[in-house]
C-alpha cells in the first residue's frame, strides 16, 4: 500500500539533498524532524505545483533524501509562488520513515474564499515565453554567424554576427547588413541563422545566440505581443494554435508555454478552433512529449465528441505505465465530454478498484497515482468547470476515497474545503480504526470539525445542527486525545 509525504516551499527554487527546512524562506512552520533517511524504493514520484501549474518528474532509483517533516500553513498570497512536493512510496518504506521521524506534515486548508483560476492546471509554464522576453528587449535579430576570436585567460573572446533580418530595434539602432560583435565567443556554423536579443545596446547584456531556422524566425518575428485586455488575449493565443507540435522544439515548445501560462477562462473561448483531430492523434501516440499530455487532454475535452471520448476511455483505463504524467488531464477532459456517464467510469476504474487489466488481459496492481490523478480531475471540476456537474456528485465521488488512508487525509481536506459536512460520524469512525492511526488524518478530522463549527452565517444567533454536531465530536476528541486537537488547532488558517 502505497502512503504519501507533502511539504509546502514557500520560494525555494530546488529540490537537493538539503534538508527541507534549508529552503524554506517564509512559512509558519514547526520542524519535528531534519533527518536523513534511506529511501530504498525503486521508484519515487515528485511531484511540484507553481499556484495551480504544475510539473511533475520521476525520481528514479534509490537515494539519500535530505527531509524536514513540518506542520505549516498553505495559506495562498496571490502572486506568490509556492511549490508543493508530494512523494509517494511503497508502504515497507513509509513504515520505515515512521520509525525515523517523530511527525507528519501537515498541509492546512484554506476553507474561505474563491478559487482563483490562474494558468492551465496541467501545464508547467517557464519563467517567461519568448513573446515576454521579446516584450522585454529593446532589439531583436536574425543574424549570420561570421566568427570570432576564441576566449583567453584575459578576454571571453568574441563573436561576429550579420545581420540579416530584424524583428525589433529601438529607436533604429541596427540596420540589415551590419555587422556586430559580441563580446563572448560563439562556436557557430556559417550556414546558420542565430536569433540576437537584449535590452540596449550594450553587447555584453545580450542574451547567448540561439540557433534558428527561417521557419522558426517567422514564428517569432511575426508572434503577437502580451496583450491586456481579455478579448485580445483570447486573439492572441489562437496565434499558438498551429505551432503546438512544429517540428521545431524552439517553436512547439514556447506554443505550448503559451497555452501552459494561459489563464483557463482565456483558453476556453478557443475550443471551436482547436485541432480536434489532430488532438486525438496527439492524446494517442505514444511519442507525444508527456509534458504536453495534460494540456492535449484538455483541449481535446473541451472540443471533443464521442468518438474522441472512446478513444480517450481506453488510454484511461490502459496504464502503460507506474506513473503517467498529465493523465488527469486526460481524465478531465473526458469528464468535460462525458459528464456523470464518465465519472461512474472513473469512480469504478480509479477509486473503487485496486487493480486493472492491462491490454494483455493480465490483472496487475492499479498504481496509486491513477487513483491521485482521479482525485485530481474532481478538483479540476469542482474549481474550473463548477456548473458541468452537480456539485453534491462531485462530493459524492470524493467520498469514495475517504476508505483509503493513503489519501484520506487529502479527501477530509477537500470536503471541508467544499463544505460537506454530512461525513461526520464516518469521521469519527475512522478516528479510531487502526488503518487510519496516522496524526495527519487524525489532524485533518479535527480541522474539519472546527472548520464545520464555525460555518454559520454572520449575525444568526441559532446555529444549524451540524454545526452543533461538529461542536460535540470536537469536545470527544479534547478529551481522550487533547494533544492532537491542540496542534490542529495551532496551525489553522483563521
Not at 521557419?215 to 503577437?224: G, K, L, V
Not at 474549481?383 to 456539485?391: F, G
Request: charged share 30%.
Amino acid at each position: 500500500m502505497a502512503a504519501v509525504c507533502r511539504a509546502v516551499v514557500s520560494g525555494a527554487h530546488r529540490f537537493r539533498t538539503k534538508p527541507l527546512s534549508h529552503f524554506l524562506t517564509s512559512a509558519r512552520l514547526l520542524v519535528n524532524d531534519t533527518s536523513d533517511w534511506q529511501c530504498d524504493s525503486p521508484r519515487t514520484v515528485a511531484r511540484f505545483e507553481m499556484n495551480s501549474r504544475r510539473f511533475e518528474r520521476i525520481l528514479a532509483g534509490s537515494g539519500r533524501i535530505g527531509l524536514a517533516i513540518a506542520m505549516m500553513v498553505t495559506e495562498g498570497i496571490p502572486g506568490r509562488r509556492q511549490w508543493v512536493l508530494e512523494i509517494d512510496w511503497e508502504r515497507s518504506v513509509w513504515d520505515c520513515v515512521m520509525k525515523r521521524i517523530t511527525g507528519l506534515l501537515l498541509c492546512s486548508v484554506l476553507i474561505s474564499g474563491t478559487a482563483v483560476l490562474t494558468a492551465c492546471p496541467f501545464c508547467d509554464a517557464p519563467s517567461l515565453t519568448l513573446a515576454e522576453q521579446i516584450d522585454q528587449a529593446g532589439h531583436l535579430l536574425l543574424g549570420r554567424w561570421k566568427g570570432g576570436e576564441k576566449p583567453t585567460n584575459e578576454s571571453a573572446g568574441t563573436a561576429a554576427f550579420e545581420i540579416v533580418s530584424i524583428g525589433k530595434s529601438k529607436g533604429d539602432a541596427f540596420h540589415v547588413g551590419e555587422t556586430i560583435e559580441l563580446p563572448q565567443y560563439i562556436a557557430g556554423d556559417e550556414k546558420a541563422l542565430y536569433i540576437l536579443m537584449g535590452p540596449e545596446t550594450r553587447l555584453i547584456d545580450w542574451q547567448v545566440p540561439v540557433e534558428a531556422t527561417e521557419s522558426s524566425w517567422d514564428y517569432i518575428s511575426r508572434m503577437p505581443m502580451p496583450k491586456t485586455e481579455e478579448t485580445e488575449k483570447i486573439e492572441r493565443l489562437a496565434y499558438f494554435i498551429d505551432y503546438l507540435q512544429h517540428p521545431e522544439l524552439i517553436v512547439s515548445n514556447d506554443a505550448y508555454a503559451e497555452f501552459a501560462s494561459a489563464p483557463y477562462e482565456i483558453i476556453t473561448p478557443l475550443k471551436d478552433r482547436f485541432p480536434r483531430e489532430k488532438l486525438r492523434q496527439w492524446v494517442m501516440d505514444a511519442d507525444t512529449p508527456v509534458t504536453r499530455m495534460g494540456l492535449y487532454g484538455l483541449l481535446l475535452g473541451l472540443c471533443g465528441q464521442e468518438e474522441d471520448a472512446v478513444a480517450m476511455k481506453d488510454k484511461i483505463l490502459h496504464p502503460d505505465a507506474d506513473f503517467r504524467l498529465g493523465i488527469e488531464g486526460v481524465m478531465s477532459g473526458y469528464l468535460l465530454i462525458t459528464g456523470e456517464e464518465g465519472l461512474r467510469v472513473l469512480e469504478e476504474s480509479k477509486m473503487m478498484s485496486r487493480t486493472y487489466v492491462d491490454k494483455d488481459g493480465n490483472e496487475k496492481k492499479l498504481p496509486f497515482s491513477e487513483t491521485y490523478a482521479a482525485m485530481q480531475t474532481l478538483r479540476f471540476m469542482w474549481t474550473y468547470e463548477p456548473d458541468r456537474l452537480p456539485k453534491e456528485r462531485l462530493k459524492e465521488s470524493m467520498r469514495t476515497l475517504l476508505s483509503r488512508p493513503e489519501l484520506a487525509d487529502l479527501v477530509i481536506a477537500d470536503l471541508a474545503r467544499w463544505k460537506d459536512w454530512g461525513v461526520q460520524d464516518r469521521l469519527m469512525e475512522m478516528y479510531d480504526q487502526e488503518e487510519f492511526d496516522i496524526p495527519s488524518i487524525k489532524r485533518a478530522v479535527v480541522r474539519y470539525l472546527i472548520y464545520c463549527n464555525k460555518d454559520v452565517e454572520e449575525g444568526s444567533e441559532d446555529l444549524p445542527e451540524y454545526a452543533v454536531t461538529a461542536a460535540k465530536h470536537l469536545e470527544v476528541l479534547e478529551e481522550k486525545d487533547p494533544k492532537t486537537v491542540r496542534d490542529a488547532r495551532r496551525f489553522l488558517i483563521r
